[in-house]
């Protein structure tokens, strides 16, 4: 069911701040040609395909494809954006390494600098030993991009990684229970984000959540669904769902499948910080956020 937006205070089109728009031919899902774009942001959406090529996940496709060779899987996939302080990293080769890893790979940031405060041990899986796991020896902190490097030429079968290549790369979300050293601002919507690293952007399918994620904790009483918050359908109607605010991420799952067409996440300036009065920057308050299929 779609309702109609109410006359009273009215959200303004949301914007993820990382450019103007832009549309291009990304990827095909199942037999749809799925559209997307750079930001501005309009979301990019199709029916729904067969999950990957050869039954892979949509991560694992996308480290295959924006990897280096012979990197089949990573978590966080290259470039991933708002990963949790706590999440388990690891990685799968093609096959395992010949060389003794111990020391051979190492988290740095996105200066070059090896993480502060951070000791990380590499894990071999006893059951699949072109399984990795890294092993942190404390959370990692908030807002800041890591890199998997490594640090001598390892082998894995035919492939070479070489002294110092990155594996992968992913930020991480903001340290929850603290202001941001900046403004309070959206730092992702998704699907739909365009990947850093890759430059690729994400599908946005009928079935999808949004995820919108700020920079801070989100009072979650200023989010109030047809009011500071609204999904706007093709047809001008407000999109009906359920409405979830946790930490600095917004998710809202549509209650039916989206027709095709064009969908606009709006924020109103009353969206506010858990951190005193902070008002969202109106630099994320003026331009539209637009998901499309077809």
Excluded: W
């Excluded at 740095?108 to 030993?129: F, H, W, Y």
């Excluded at 998997?148 to 079968?157: D, E, I, K, P």
């Amino acid at each position: 069911m779609k309702k109609k937006r109410s006359k009273g205070m009215q959200p303004e089109p949301l914007a993820s701040g990382f450019g103007t728009e832009l549309r291009r031919t990304v990827r095909h899902a199942g037999l749809a040609a799925c559209l997307a774009a750079t930001s501005g942001l309009m979301l990019s959406a199709c029916d729904a395909g067969s999950g990957g090529d050869n039954g892979r996940t949509p991560a694992e496709q996308q480290a295959i494809e924006d990897g280096p060779m012979g990197l089949v899987f990573s978590y966080p996939y290259n470039g991933q954006q708002n990963v949790t302080l706590t999440s388990q990293i690891a990685f799968r080769t093609q096959s395992a390494f010949e060389n003794d890893i111990a020391d051979a790979i190492v988290l740095r940031t996105a200066s070059g600098e090896i993480a502060p405060d951070l000791s990380i041990n590499v894990v071999q899986d006893d059951n699949q030993p072109n399984v990795y796991r890294v092993q942190t020896s404390r959370p990692l902190r908030g807002n800041v991009t890591y890199r998997l490097v490594t640090t001598r030429a390892l082998q894995s079968g035919d492939v070479r990684y070489d002294a110092g290549q990155t594996l992968f790369q992913f930020t991480t979300a903001p340290t929850p229970g603290g202001p941001s050293d900046g403004e309070f601002r959206v730092t992702e919507v998704a699907p739909g984000e365009t990947n850093p690293v890759t430059g690729r952007t994400s599908i946005f399918a009928q079935f999808n959540t949004l995820h919108i994620s700020l920079s801070e904790t989100i009072d979650p009483s200023s989010i109030v669904d047809g009011e500071t918050f609204t999904v706007t359908g093709p047809d001008g109607d407000d999109v009906d769902g359920a409405l979830i605010v946790s930490g600095h991420e917004i998710a809202f799952d549509p209650a039916d499948n989206l027709a095709p067409g064009d969908y606009t996440i709006s924020l109103s300036g009353d969206v506010r910080s858990a951190f005193g009065v902070r008002q969202i920057a109106r630099a994320d308050v003026g331009h539209p956020n637009r998901a499309r299929f077809r």
